[in-house]
């Protein structure tokens, strides 16, 4: 596996992953743009308008057609944040030429639908068809409003939207519902304009096609995009909780608990020299099946239904996720705290400390493996310039020592707590 990076123009790069080990190649189209209120709904909803067709394939069923016609190729919008960064992304999934039927290429057909998709949608008057406009802006207005139905995920939204407010990464990435169903097909079609020109471009090709020839299907399709731009790609890193920790209770029609906390980190993200402890650390304490929030707080104690921690290595966040018996939030809570702090004292033993190394070492692994995980990996590290990756980010969390675990574990700073309580309790 080689991995192969270029710059086209300021602000637009190429990165390829040279492989022979899959039966398919994988070429992405990213546009990334800060994360902020203004921007958030129409960048959340021009992937979606343009999915519904292109000047040459006007709908739905002619686009599917082109792509069934590349060997049943795949293609569709995905919208990501990273950071305080919106990505609008269009990823394609296609055959790799060593097994089409004829031996004809299928990359440069491929990158074309992926230009023909992104660079000439289908019109009306010059612009956004209306009826698209007013269709997905009602679908993307279902998709806000159903974050709802999640309640384990929405607690965790609404630990964020509490704990970083007034920080760009506590914007929704999908926007807001009311602008979405209001989303004009004039205003779309000026934000599509604006973000052509003004986002950051990376490309993203995996497969067995040499790099030279990926440069040239991107060059000759993507023309327009190849032009400097400065679109900043940044993330403010808090180390420090604000204050003193907050609590926040909402109360809805449920008959089980959530319980969330929110850590800093202290400053350290995937940038940073003490990440690969940072991530054994997390996998030590909840991160895993052999974690101690899920030994102890879940199983031992019965104190949760379930209880997890999970990273954002960008923000340089962790949060915890648990569900609770109403009458049981303050105990677990002591609980999931007790837990941090002997994993900050160094009270674990060698087999937990090997175990959280092998999960971490092979989730990672796991990552090289799949088509879709080297493109997200491989986008944010051009997005944050973090030079650890792969077998050697592997190599680093392997050597990772005890002490090191302690102090990351040290580092990480309480700094919201949220819980969702019933109605009448």
Known sequence: MQQHWKRLADGVELAATRTDKFKTGVLSVTLTIPLNTQDATPGALIPEVLGRGSGRYPDMERL???????????????????????????????????????????????????????????????????????????????????????????????LIQEMCAGEAYAVDKLGNEEW?????????????????????????????AQPERVEDAVRHTFGPLLTGRTAPVDCQV?????????????AMDVTQGKLALGFRTGGVTLGSGGYPALLVCNALYGGSANSKLFLNVREKMSLCYYASSALDKIKGLMVVSSGVEFSQFD???????????????????????????????????????????????????????????????????ESVSAEQVAAAAQGLKLDTVYRLTGKEG
């Open 64 to 158: 599917s057609a082109a792509a069934d016609a590349l060997y049943g190729a795949s293609l569709g919008p995905v919208v990501r944040q990273r950071g305080e960064s919106q990505c609008v992304s269009f990823l394609c999934s296609f055959i790799d030429d060593r097994y089409a039927l004829d031996g004809s290429a299928v990359l440069e057909p491929a990158a074309e639908l992926v230009g023909e998709v992104l660079l000439n949608p289908a019109r009306q008057d010059g612009i956004f068809r209306r009826d698209y406009v007013k269709s997905e802006g009602g679908n993307l207005a279902d998709r806000i409003r159903a974050r709802v139905n999640d309640k384990r995920g929405w607690a965790v939204f609404r």
């Open 331 to 397: 105990r677990a809570q002591e609980a999931i705290l007790a837990q941090l702090d002997a994993v900050n004292q160094g009270n674990f033993t060698r087999d937990e400390l090997t175990a959280a190394i092998r999960t971490v070492a092979n989730t990672l692994r796991s990552r090289l493996d799949s088509q879709g995980q080297l493109e997200d990996d491989q986008l944010t590290r051009l997005l944050f310039h973090s030079d650890l990756e792969g077998e050697e980010l592997i190599q680093a969390v």
């Open 180 to 208: 979405a169903r209001a989303m004009t097909a004039e205003e779309l079609w000026a934000a599509y304009r604006s973000l052509l020109s003004g986002a950051k471009v990376t490309f993203y090709y995996g497969g067995a």
């Open 238 to 250: 808090i180390a420090e909780p604000k204050g003193p920790v907050r609590t926040v209770t909402d």
